[in-house]
């Protein structure tokens, strides 16, 4: 029998509602139209869970098969009611009261839910607290549904990986072409929100891990400053660059999830800039870009190998100009060819000694409980862990040393200290409020032999700096969604949320997927 199936009779003896009861476009509604309902007493939380539970059966499960979901929360319903029972009694906390939303499943939850990294030396693995960032999202009040799928450990395990696939989760699937695929590593999070499973979620992000899927998948992914939003309790790559972030169909909805986790951490060694509570949904204005003085970054990974890419980013550019910002074309943002590499070898230094921290911390099976123990477990089953591609960055980073090694301190002064500085100069020099850039390409088909194959980017000048960026749809090249981004200085996301909704208001260029099986197939 398929699990849609199961859950639909299994929601009948609860008697719960079944999709079919419920509007379909409750989908796609945003979290204000949802609280509207919920406050009329014409929705429930409960019911909104139910709704989303049997349209993850029936579409990600079954149907399309998406594999955007590793795992729901067996407490969700009782989690739901006593929202449903508090907004009654003393109305609702907040935007996200009773709203139900996903994990990427490398985030920490004190709960019934594993925390895996999609990785099966994990599996099994219940954390023994929530990310601060978890805790506050349920004091806002929502529901966390369940975990999603992702590039096994954020896509730093080996090369030629394949993005959304994990030993545990399987391919998670784009859902406007089936066959293509859905970018990483915070995969299962993008196409959750795309598909309508979910209205948000929560991504995280080292290098392009909020901002792809986002862009590929045709919706909005802010990666914020790190130290925005605490890194406490996300499985690490690398405490420069990690952070986590909302992903959404909408501005709006990304700036109301982000309002709720950009709690100051004071334990959180990068947050001592954080700019305290702000309400980044507020103030929003289709009129924002007036005035503004944007940038436009043209030396981005894969520039001019994209035409199509490159005409719907002219266009944009134009409509900017037409909205009232200054528009300075081009602006050049000279990030050297070393600082990649260098990223890359402080990247594999702190995975080493972040990943051995948490997983000391973590109460994780004593067989996997540092780096080296998961690279023999994942020898001993590589039938099961790494049939496709193999766990080179895994062996590169155990043959680090400490952080104290002048190897890790060169390379950590040539990546994120030197870009942080390129960027700073290019802002001032040129009284800019954003810079812009495409943020990806069609997406590819995926391919477990080769791996992925990587169009264009532009994520990673915020990403090594440490520095906010923020994606949203720009339009679709043979209906496969391609994003523009807006990256900021430090802990200006305030700004570029309202730029960005000024911008979004403007294109409209959100679309609904299809679930097409790949691009020839009838939609």
């Known amino acids: 029998m398929k699990r849609a199936t199961v859950v639909s009779g299994l929601l009948i003896l609860l008697g719960l509602p079944c999709a079919a009861e419920t509007p379909a476009e409750l989908a796609y509604m945003d979290i204000s139209e949802l609280q509207d309902l919920m406050n009329e007493g014409t929705l429930t939380s409960v019911e909104l869970v139910s709704y989303s539970m ?44 009773g709203i139900p939303l996903l994990l990427k499943a490398n985030i920490d939850t004190a709960d019934n839910l594993e925390t895996t990294a999609g990785s099966l030396a994990l599996r099994g693995h219940r954390a023994p607290d929530d990310a601060f960032h978890v805790q506050a999202l349920r004091d806002a009040g929502a529901v966390i549904l369940g975990k999603t799928n992702l590039s096994e450990w954020a896509n730093f395990r080996g090369s030629k990986s394949s993005s959304g696939w994990s030993s545990i989760g399987g391919q998670t699937r784009n859902p406007y072409s089936l066959d293509r695929n859905p970018c990483g590593s915070s995969s299962g999070s993008g196409v959750a929100v795309a598909a309508g499973l979910v209205t948000v979620a929560i991504g995280t992000e080292t290098d392009g891990s909020v901002v792809c899927p986002a862009g590929a998948n045709g919706i909005v992914g802010i990666k914020p400053t790190v130290g925005l939003v605490s890194r406490d309790g996300i499985i690490p790559i690398a405490h420069t660059q990690d952070t986590a972030g909302p992903m959404a169909r909408s501005v709006r909805d990304a700036a109301i999830l982000l309002t709720a986790i950009a709690r100051k951490d004071a334990n959180d060694a990068a947050a001592t800039g954080h700019p305290g509570p702000t309400d980044y949904a507020a103030d929003l204005d289709a009129d924002s870009l007036e005035g503004r003085r944007i940038g436009v970054w043209r030396g981005y990974y894969g520039a001019g190998e994209s035409p199509d890419v490159a005409a719907i980013f002219d266009e944009v550019v134009a409509m900017i100009g037409q909205l009232g910002a200054t528009v300075v074309d081009p602006v050049e943002m000279d990030v050297p060819e070393e ?61 680090k040393g400490p952080l104290s090694d002048p190897a890790y301190l060169e390379a950590l002064e040539n990546s994120h200290i030197q870009v942080a500085k390129i960027i700073d100069s290019l802002f001032e020099s040129h009284g800019l409020d954003a810079v812009i850039a495409p943020t990806n390409g069609p997406c590819w088909v995926t391919d477990w032999v080769n791996g992925d194959s990587f169009s264009l980017s532009s994520s990673s000048p915020a990403a090594i700096s440490g520095y906010p960026a923020i994606t949203i749809p720009m339009g679709e090249i043979h209906g496969l969604p391609v994003g523009i981004t807006l990256m900021g200085t430090p802990y200006s996301e305030k700004k570029l949320i309202e730029l960005a909704y000024a911008l979004e208001q403007k294109l409209q260029a959100r ?9 020839a197939a009838a939609p």
Do not use: C
């Not at 299809?514 to 691009?519: D, P």
């Open 54 to 97: 049997q349209r993850i059966a029936e579409i990600d499960k079954a149907g399309p098969e998406l594999g955007a979901v590793i795992e729901l929360n067996p407490d969700a319903f009782v989690l739901a009611a006593e929202l449903d029972q508090e907004r009654k009694q003393s109305g609702p906390r907040g935007l996200l009261h």
């Open 339 to 399: 600082a990649y590499d260098a990223e890359y070898e402080v990247l594999l230094y702190e995975f080493k000694t972040d990943l051995n921290r948490y997983l000391a911390a973590s109460e994780v099976d004593p067989s996997a409980d540092t780096l080296a123990e998961l690279i023999e477990f994942n020898r001993a089953n590589a039938d099961t862990v790494m049939p496709w591609f193999g766990q080179q960055d895994f062996e590169k980073a155990e043959a």
């Open 511 to 519: 679309r609904n997927p299809g679930f097409r099986e790949s691009l």
